[in-house]
């Protein structure tokens, strides 16, 4: 994981020193918070990638000779077709035409969003469709 | 499952088939000699020394040749204005030099792509050499383009710096530029939907205009004198508008909440022609004006002239020119401000530039 | 139903098949699961398979660009004449919003990072699909629901957004705007904008995890470095953008005062706020582009990428300084540090230029052969060299006072996007169908297509350099006749047509296609990325089989073990002789 998190803290390295840079020339606020932002972007997840890199093993995929072999198992699970992700687009659509249309779009939206959640979640813990 | 293979299985085994559509089979393809046996490639170090040549004379070429055409005192225009102010010819000197290098850049690479395109086309079946770096050459090409970059920068420090500079408001001691002491005056450039307003606070004339549409109308006109500093203090009633001078290759947005101030030194007579161009509603478009630039005598003419006609700072009346002859635009539907002029609000104190 | 899935086997060389390039039989080994599933327009809504929501995304995206593209053509028809009255004012200013809005929110970039990277990164990574396939559907979900949004704004009273893409406030705040149509822009920026989050954290997630035995980062495809940095852009510029548009709904209806004078608000903050997320929002557009043509390049010309940690530090070094030139779209306002931004500004050119010295050193010495892809390419590389140098002119204040918004800014921003977005992304597009799809695309159409476009970009974007030179600004639905202005437009215009003629011949072929196929096989293009491996489609989960990994080339190493340029001593050393045509002196290890 070190390249990874070596690319993040990279990120955070260079925001930061432009912030400092920026605060300093121009003293203009909302440049300087989006660099600082920007630096804890980098520096949060590089960070933790980084602890990890010295907490676990070689991975196969960052090992030049690996074999296929060393990496024979389960790769992770991948969850096939789903609807929910329809239903819940849809139901964040409604959402922001709410704001467009007035509130009566709100409980379509609501109900959408509400039973995509509750699905993903039942569909997630059982293994398979609803 | 058979036996995992190695890399000693890939590098001994030679494939016999191809897997393209497309390209010939590699039965004919020659390997490439194990570099381990054989002796370093000699067309690597003539290329090296072809391209190192080349090299010196390339960039010789992208620093020189702007720099002898600016020492000649010889600018192309390359379509633009040489400018009629003063800050204006600064710019186009700079523009015209930075356009030159990048032609020279530009031109460079292009040809070398298309000349690659043509050398390198597919000849016969054989493998090219599967090189992947030049540590030389991919230095030569990262520091020469900083050097570029902070020549161009250099000079677009230097000419900014001109360009924005503005005498103090009491202009008798020295500034910098060429008309440092000159007498200046303080114009107020109101930008509104959809037309301008010029207020000469030290003269007490104002003159309005707004949107037109008609031929070979171009809006109110503001008259300067030559050889004087105009000091323009730029602000908006409504939206963002962009006050621009093709002829002064210059702009600014006229903000609201945001006072900009800037100085200009017109250089001869004559009459330029302005327009917005920060976009800002439905007759951005027709948001014209222009700057007529006279001798200092007729400066002092017309502004008393206007002030007997009644276009002061406090009047709401305008100029001749500036009633938009009968068109057929139709109440706008979205548009939010109405389409007279509304009486500017008193220019606020100027703070110090 | 949520799958598990196994690592391929290691492929033999008995397996692999024979002339055709094949591969092993992949239908009848893969007893891990079925194909059973929704079919038809359930499969549609329900898949979450990377292939078919970046097969949707394409579809989706190419859609939005003709239609952008045909108010494109009424934009240009309007300006052939002074004073036209083609269409009214209200509605020129609707077009060139929802033009703009359309290609940069809703083309170019779902089109790179939700089309093409998203069937093409996990095939690339050697993954079976992406890390968050739920989440990949929603992506698409919302980026659906963002197009229909915006594109309604032309059905409701007052028509669609009219205040360009930017939306500048005060013009965009409801004093200037009223009406439901800029409202509907910004909950589509909305969705769009976490539609694109969604599909950044999916494609650091997947290059991050999900990559095969042996495939180290620096065995990349600069595609996939580049579509890393992408992402990484999209995690840092999008939650700015919809920060922004939160700020301005409330403004609209809410009564706060963020960017109206009155009440203490600052309009300059919005351009703050929007830029920050604009401009790495066109290099967001740009990056995937770039990494398409440098995979692209090497294909065609028989020689691994020039320079390949070049290329990656480049890109990240585009990323990084393109975070930090924001203001430069505000030098005119005149409260900007212009120092600072224009230093920035004229830095990125030392990456792009070692960017285009790659590209030539890829095509260097090599065996070069210009199918459609090739030529696209190429295309790209001279149409963005001039963008691209144009764009150092810019990053000089004060010729940024005599060009800004003008038509000479107009013609720069085209002449990058259309290098990168079209020629590039046609070039990505034509390179990868038959990876996708499993048949070819006709040659000859495609060289039709690329001339047309090729030969119409120029004859349409040159005259508009001029035509800001001389003083044309943007954004007018009308000028006057006594400008002088007429003749280039003219010209303009007519170049216009030429390129919206062009994509005919893509339409035709993309018919042709179909309704004629011509098989693909599983490299049609002797590539060498690990996606020609598998067949063409790819199979459920993409692999039964992976080659070893030794280097950024995999399927080229395998195809072609005596012309590998990078080799990799396995630790011991009693394999393998070093290979290839590197240029070290004799002995050298490599």
Redesign the interface.
Known sequence: ?K??SL??L??AV??GI?GV??WF??Y?D??FL??I??TL??LLPGSY?LWWTYHMKLR???????????????????????????I???G??FA??T???GLWMAPIAGALILSALIG?TV??RR???V | MGTPLTWADVGSRRRSFSTSNYLPSPASVIAVTDPSTGPIDPSQSRLRRVLGVRRRWTTALIIGAPLLLAGCNWYPSYGADPGATEQGHNTFKLYSGMMTTGIVVGGLVAVLIIWTVFRYRRRSDEMPRQFHENGLVELIYTVVPVIIVGVLFYFTVVTENGVDATQPVNATTASTGSTAGSPVVDITVTAFQWGWRFDYTGLNVGVVGETTNGPNNHGPQMVVPVGETLQITLVSNDTIHGFYLRDFNFSRYAQPGVINMFDLNVLRTGTFDGQCTQFCGLYHSEMLFSIRAVSPADFETWASAEVAAGHTLQGSGSGAENNPPPNTRTTPASAGTSATPTTPATPKAKASA | MTTTVERPEVITPEELGGPDGHGPDVQHGDAHHGHEGPSGILNWLTSTDHKVIGKSYMITSLVTFFIAGLMAMVIRSQLLDPHTSLVSYQTYNELFTMHGSLMMYLFAGPFAFGGLANYIIPLQVGAPDMAFPRLNALSYWLYLGGVITMLSGFLVAGGAASFGWVSYAPLSEATNSPGAGADLWLMALALTGFSAIFTGVNLVATIFYLRAPGMTMFRLPVFSWNMLVTAILILIAFPVLFAAVVMLFCDRHFGTHIFTVQGGGSPVLWQHLFWFFGHPEVYILALPYFGMVTDILPVFSRKPVFGYKGMVFATMSIAGLSTGVWAHHMFTTGVVLLPFFSLLSYLIAVPTGIKFFNWIGTMWRGQLSFQTPMLFSIGFLLIFLVGGVTGVLLASPPVDFMTHDTYFVVAHFHNVLIGTAVMAGFAGFYFWYPKMFGRMLREGLGKLHFWFLFIGFWVAFMPQYLLGLHGMPRRVASYAPDTGWTTLNVISTLGAYIVGFSFFFFLINLWVSWRKPVPAGSNPWDGHGLEWFTTSPPPHHNYTHLPPIRSERPTWDYNHPEHRSIVHKPKDKASAPSGGGTKEPAGAAS
């Open positions: 994981m390249v990874e690319i993040l990279a990120v260079f925001f432009i840079v920026y020339t121009s203009e909302a440049g989006m660099l932002g920007a972007l980098g990638y196969p995929e960052e090992n030049p000779d690996a074999t296929i072999e060393e990496s024979a198992g389960v790769i992770d699970a991948f969850p096939g077709s789903s609807i929910w992700p329809f819940l687009g849809m964040a659509m922001t035409l704001f467009v249309f993903v569909e997630s293994g398979g469709a």
